[in-house]
């Protein structure tokens, strides 16, 4: 809590798409103004000539917290423009506004420069605007090549009713599809009908294609010379996508203190709950990016194809003992939580992926040694 000659000012801020909601109050609780301003130029350009009449007036530093919304960035980084202290709140560990029985925004914005001066706010990370760009084309990637995957499936299931069974090889390139194409007009059972929706598909196909290959062209452009996703790709496996989908939604490494913090933001350590002598241990919490979790599951089943190669590596070989006791799901997760360590130091010490420290011989050998 920033405190300027003993006085505080904080302001709650309630902010939704088309207005925002203001609550200012000094350090005994007291109501300086309260006033709904539209997300608009104008609007913001009122609230920060008011917030900076209240410095002027009261000798103090104004703090502002905000909840984690789609605009919360925009309006922190105005804020910060102006010198404002300003808390993005994580709305998940911030229960007492969404399950108040009296909600209005005006309350809202009370209760939240309320903890705001008790400095009681769960802080929500935001991360930088380039990554958050970065995060943008990674998601509309995955939207095209979902629809990749349903506009193939349809023609599959097209394709079926008619007594031609296709196969996924069939659709790998433009050259393939042509001659699959070519194939069909001739075809005794599929109708004229028919011929020209598939026709569509097939060239949806290529339109979509070729939409994922410029996106991916721009993610390229993005990580060049970005030294995380470099290192992550020194581990086994581990390509250009899923590498700069690990480094964009992991953002500064920093700020997680220990690796077992990290493996809970990806969501991939078990919930437990303990209450007197009784213990629970249930399944992985899956907080944080659902994109990042997919992204190191994905990193274990590339490792995973490159098992013979990996062969003497201690988690391939913890995979492969825990799998013949609790199946390949709950092994495969187990694998990306130990991986999700080894991510966390390769990119905490800025150094690649070095094989023989994962080795059985080599753990052996650091027994001995002990």
Not at 61 to 76: D, K, L
Not at 204 to 233: A, G, M, P, R, W
Not at 261 to 268: D, E, K, N, P, W
Request: hydrophobic share 40%; with cysteine.
């Amino acid at each position: 809590m920033v405190n300027w000659q003993n006085k505080t000012v904080s302001v709650g801020i309630d902010l939704h798409k088309t207005q925002f909601t203001v609550c200012a109050i000094t350090s005994k609780k007291e109501i300086l103004f309260e006033a709904v301003y539209n997300t608009e130029t104008d609007g913001y350009k009122s609230f920060i000539s008011r917030c900076h009449s209240l410095e002027e007036e009261y000798g103090a530093h104004v703090s502002m917290a905000i909840e984690a919304t789609s605009n919360a960035r925009y309006f922190r980084n105005l804020m910060e423009n102006e010198n404002f202290f300003i808390v993005v709140i994580n709305t998940l560990k911030f229960k007492v506004i969404t399950q108040s029985a009296k909600k209005t925004d005006k309350r809202d914005a009370f209760t939240i420069a309320e903890f705001l001066l008790k400095d009681m706010l769960p802080e929500s990370y935001l991360c930088d605007q380039e990554t958050e760009e970065l995060r943008k084309l990674i998601c509309e990637r995955l939207d095209l090549v979902s629809l990749i995957v349903r506009t193939k499936n349809r023609i599959h299931n097209m394709m079926l009713g008619y007594g031609i069974v296709t196969t996924a090889a069939q659709f790998q390139s433009k050259k393939k599809r042509l001659l699959l194409l070519n194939g069909l007009e001739n075809h005794a059972l599929i109708t004229k009908r028919t011929v020209p929706t598939l026709k569509r598909l097939i060239q949806t196909l290529d339109i979509l294609n070729e939409q994922v290959k410029q996106i991916e062209s721009l993610i390229e452009e993005f990580t060049l010379e970005d030294e995380n996703t470099q290192l992550l790709q020194t581990i086994p496996g581990i390509g250009k996508i899923t590498s700069t989908t690990i480094r964009a939604y992991v953002g500064d490494i920093n700020r997680f203190e220990t690796y077992k913090q990290f493996a809970a933001y990806c969501g991939l350590t078990p919930f437990v709950k303990f209450s007197n002598e009784k213990g629970f241990t249930g399944h992985i919490t899956k907080n944080g990016p659902v994109e990042l979790r997919t992204s190191m599951v994905q990193a274990v089943m590339g490792m995973l194809r490159l098992q013979k190669s990996l062969r003497y590596m201690s988690l391939i070989n913890d995979y492969k003992r825990m799998k013949k006791n609790k199946g390949s799901g709950k092994s495969i997760i187990a694998f990306a939580r130990k991986l999700s360590r080894v991510i966390y130091a390769i990119l905490k010490n800025k150094t690649p992926f070095d094989i023989d420290r994962l080795t059985v011989d080599y753990i052996r050998r650091q027994t001995e040694v002990v």
